[in-house]
């Protein structure tokens, strides 16, 4: 009987499911700077104490009826200060980037599209910038013009166009070469135009998605600069002058110390995992060698 050859039987294919789901982390991340910044928005309307008010029969105290996370070395309420200091840090934090991130675009884009000496001069301004210390400058800023939030976002805002400026221009060297402005260009399309309508909506969404690394930065450059006396002054709170006024307090109260600054941590932590998720998702280069 002759053996009857079978030919061999093709696998299944294996069907796979791309998935788009944000990891829990991120999910994590996005639900607690969702609270935090809506918290800091709905802070005037809160069931909140008054946060400079002060209760003189409970100084220092830990976590308690009427006080949820205790009050610090004045009396105050902890809570109703992180509220309102979220407020201060979050307004800092987002219009100096906003600030810096506008400035820096602009100079990149012009800068990477025109080339030549328009580029040659906004590199040497960017270099010049980024040579001198940015602790003295906010320090030299805060003695000319007396500590408050406004000074705080200029001077901030300022050190962050160098980054912003790179990261736009590297983006701009690399959409300016494809075939679709190219094309536009061709055809007649202006270069002022052809910049606004063809390279400037590609190069937008990866500064944005670093925009929230950087606003961590920012954030704690914020609380450093208020924990050494150049930052928001008393009585209006801010995260890092929490941290300030309890240091004196630490050994005997430190949950003065560690509630603020448990908020600064776990939001900064928050920023840093949504922007590393978009900067992943989001082509072209999102890095700045600086």
């Known amino acids: ?8 039987a093709k696998a299944a294919p294996v069907k796979t499911r791309r998935t788009n789901r944000l990891p829990v982390v991120v999910w994590v991340a996005i639900i607690w700077a969702s609270m935090v910044v809506s918290a800091a928005i709905l802070a005037p309307i809160l069931p909140l104490p008054d946060p400079n008010s002060a209760d003189y029969e409970h100084i220092a105290a830990g976590p308690m009826d009427g006080h949820l996370l205790g009050t610090d070395q004045l009396g105050r309420d902890i809570l109703s200060r992180i509220v309102w200091g979220a407020q201060a840090s979050l307004q800092i934090g987002f219009v100096a980037v906003a600030l810096g991130m506008t400035v820096g675009m602009a100079l990149g884009l012009l800068a990477g599209y025109f080339r ?10 960017v270099d010049i910038v980024l040579a001198f210390p940015a602790l003295v400058f906010i320090i030299v800023l805060v003695a000319v013009y007396g500590p408050s939030a406004q000074i705080l976002i200029l001077g901030l805002g300022a050190i962050m166009v160098p980054t912003f400026t790179r990261l736009a221009r590297a983006n701009t060297l690399v959409w300016s070469q494809r075939e679709f402005v190219m094309a536009a260009t061709v055809l007649g399309s202006r270069r002022l135009r052809t910049l606004w309508r063809e390279i400037l909506p590609n190069v937008l969404p990866g500064v944005l998605s670093y925009a929230f690394l950087v606003v961590a930065v920012v954030m704690v450059a914020e609380g450093s600069l208020s924990f050494l006396g150049f930052g928001i002054q008393p009585p209006a709170s801010s995260w890092g002058s929490m941290i300030a ?15 603020p600054s448990i908020a600064l941590l776990v939001t900064v932590m928050s920023f840093n995992f949504i922007g590393d998720y978009l900067r992943g998702r989001t082509p072209g280069r999102t890095e700045v060698t600086l």
Do not use: C, E
Request: charged content about 10%; proline content about 6%.
């Open 1 to 8: 009987m002759a053996d009857v050859k079978t030919a061999p």
């Open 116 to 125: 030549g000496w328009v580029d040659a001069l906004i590199s040497i301004v």
């Open 245 to 259: 006024g309890g240091r004196q307090s630490l050994y005997n109260a430190p949950h003065i110390v560690a509630f």
